[in-house]
């Protein structure tokens, strides 16, 4: 299941560089998760220091 970024998000970058499909980038006021090259594996969620990332429900 894709994950998708919260609007808690402080534009810190850590979640761009720990994806392994490079399915984060940097959106308007927040990054964002490109829900077709997500793969669900949670390393953004992992290195985020205010916990943005989550599995879209």
Known sequence: ?????????????????????SAIAAGDSKYEIDADTCIGCG?????????APSEDE
């Open 1 to 21: 299941m894709a994950y998708k970024i919260s609007d808690e998000c402080i534009s810190c970058g850590a979640c761009e560089a720990e994806c392994p499909v």
């Open 43 to 51: 390393a953004c969620a992992g290195v985020c220091p205010v916990g």
